[in-house]
């Protein structure tokens, strides 16, 4: 079964603090994305990558940065926490365009940050 | 990027067939039409998704306007656990762009006892 897993469910952080939320996939997918989700906004897509070391910013970059140094793991950064950054983070992942399979997203289950 | 547009909520009741339409009327030919749901306190988890023709699955049935500017997620009988946020998404496979999908609000879906 496809899987990606999101290091942290539940996170409590402070103003001002580096935040490090951790990505997996275990389905060989090229393109890893962060989206965060808030009520009444749906899902918005922060940064994509779609290779080893490449990313492209999405909706809403700012105070955000990521990194992809192995194909598997795909990080998101929150350099300095501030409080409208508490939401819910996903992570996701699917195969490149023009392959069968890069209809699909798979998504983590989610990670709840709330920075205080 | 093409968008969609889906009613905020909908409610029904327990072991009955529910229909969520999605309206999609700048759809380009290339375009896949996706369905996700996403169950409380879960990420997004596909259901379906399909082209021009209709499409079946353990979990759903999709139903493909012929103009393609619209479609259907059937559920034929809903239980408890279907109670979710339902979104319909547009996806191209042949862009790179594609990467930034975008997802709406969604539909609620309330399922009665």
């Known amino acids: 079964d496809v899987k990606v897993t999101q290091s942290s469910r539940y996170l409590v952080k402070r103003t001002g603090e580096k935040v490090f939320l951790e990505c997996v996939q275990d389905m060989d997918h090229e393109n890893m994305f962060w989206y965060r989700q808030d009520p009444g906004l749906g899902l918005r897509l922060i940064y994509f990558s779609y290779d080893v070391k490449m990313k492209e910013k999405g909706d809403i970059p700012e105070g955000y940065s990521v990194s992809r140094e192995k194909k598997e793991r795909f990080s998101l950064i929150l350099e300095s926490a501030s409080t409208n950054q508490t939401s819910m983070y996903l992570c996701?992942?699917?195969?490149?365009?023009?392959?069968?399979?890069?209809?699909?997203?798979?998504f983590g289950e989610g990670s709840w940050l709330t920075v205080v | 990027d093409a968008k969609t547009t889906q009613p905020n909520s909908m409610e029904s009741n327990e072991e009955e067939p529910v229909h969520l339409p999605c309206n999609h009327s700048t759809i380009s030919g290339t375009d896949y039409i996706h369905w996700y749901r996403q169950l409380p306190s879960q990420g997004p988890e596909y259901v379906i998704h399909?082209?021009?023709s209709n499409v079946n699955n353990r979990m759903a049935s999709l139903a493909i306007a012929e103009d393609r500017k619209s479609s259907t997620l059937i559920l034929h009988r809903a239980t408890l656990r279907d109670a979710a946020v339902y979104y319909c998404?547009?996806?191209?496979?042949?862009?790179?762009?594609?990467?930034?999908?975008?997802f709406g609000a969604g539909t609620r879906l309330f399922v009665k006892a």
């Open positions: 399909g082209l021009t």
């Open positions: 996701a992942s699917s195969s490149p365009p023009g392959t069968v399979s890069g209809n699909t997203i798979y």
């Open positions: 998404i547009l996806r191209d496979p042949l862009n790179t762009g594609g990467f930034k999908t975008i």
